[in-house]
């Protein structure tokens, strides 16, 4: 079943195919200029850091087996004190090797993560991605992902601690909260917003934070996330990148307006936008030192590991400010 008209018209709307010429892999990175990394620099203020990377770990990961694959980090030792050439009183070795999800805590989408009609971005064919990986849009061609981070805080928009399943962030929501937050989401921004949603995972109940909230009247459960008029926002601002302190990123279940529509949000961002987004941001506390000091923006680094052919990767996130 297709999607709704007005995804597909949506979708049409922000389309950035060829923009870039046709060779481009990146999309709106494009938006990240050499003159907009000098300027984002402009925001380091007192040299404070903050990481918004949840802990690669097993036990308390963030994945609850929904998703075949996508597992928790399994960390195993390979060595322990070894000598390298024999002699335990020289140089002696630990090593470990890790498998896991590339996408299974705070992490980037690569724009090969999604097809819609068996392209992904820039007029591909979804045929590209193989059990090889992707030939094509894959996490590498990503070299640096650097600038002025933004941070909107939708939850206190609201005046509540998380936002409930099933709200859809809206063009009126990102607008509404630069406006009480007294910042201007600006051409190769790196947007950031916040549900309040990563609070429950920080606090241990990881189960509650990836399995939503029952919403009456539906067989899907609930997460607030972005919906379609936050597409809008986004292409209007020519943001390079969007990330969210939630598992699904759009809005569960689909956005009232679309019955129907499965991970509609995916498919406009990845395939049409060219919009690297991402997901499980720990944004808690760099939204109490932003309350505190009123300083919404920062230096952010947020570069994905270069796996080759990578559909997506994990992030260590740092908001300089």
């Known amino acids: 079943m ?3 008209q007005e995804i597909i018209d949506l979708g049409e709307k922000v389309k950035n195919w060829g923009r870039w010429g046709d060779d481009d892999q990146i999309g709106t990175i494009n938006f990240i200029t050499d003159e907009v990394v000098k300027e984002a620099t402009n925001c380091v203020k007192s040299g404070k850091r903050f990481s ?3 802990p690669l770990q097993q036990q308390g990961g963030l994945q609850l087996g929904s998703m075949p694959g996508r597992v928790n980090p399994l960390r195993t030792m390979i060595q322990l004190n070894t000598p390298v050439i024999g002699d335990p009183t020289q140089f002696c070795t630990s090593d470990d090797v890790v498998t896991m999800g590339l996408q299974a805590a705070t992490h980037w989408d690569g724009l090969c993560h999604a097809s819609w009609n068996g392209k992904i971005y820039g007029n591909r064919d979804a045929s590209t991605i193989t059990y090889d990986g ?8 990503i070299t640096s992902l650097t600038g002025r981070g933004v941070l909107l805080d939708i939850a206190s928009l609201h005046s ?5 399943g099933g709200h859809a962030i809206s063009y009126e929501d990102c607008v509404n909260a630069e406006k009480k937050q007294g910042v201007k989401v600006k051409s190769g921004d790196i947007l950031l917003l916040r549900t309040g949603m990563m609070a429950k995972a920080k606090r241990g109940d990881v189960v509650s934070y990836g399995s939503g909230t029952p919403i009456e009247g539906s067989p899907m459960p609930g997460f607030p996330g972005v919906g379609l008029g936050a597409v809008e926002f986004f292409y209007d601002r020519q943001i390079a990148a969007v990330a969210i302190d939630t598992i699904t990123f759009e809005v ?7 019955p129907g529509a499965i991970l509609p949000i995916h498919c406009i961002n990845l395939v049409m936008m060219g919009l690297t987004q991402g997901q499980n941001w ?13 300083q919404w923006d920062f230096f952010l680094e947020a ?3 270069p796996f080759v052919g990578g559909i997506g990767s994990p992030v260590n996130p ?4």
Request: charged share 25%; net charge negative; aromatic share 6%.
């Open 282 to 294: 720990d944004l808690e506390e760099l939204t109490v030192d932003c309350q505190n000091d009123g």
């Open 252 to 258: 569960m279940p689909w956005d009232p307006k679309v």
């Open 2 to 4: 297709p999607y709704p």
């Open 160 to 164: 509540v601690e998380e936002l409930p």
């Open 134 to 141: 992707a030939s094509a849009c894959g996490i590498e061609k």
């Open 303 to 305: 570069s994905p590991q």
């Open 318 to 321: 740092v908001a300089i400010k």
């Open 52 to 54: 918004l990377a949840f």
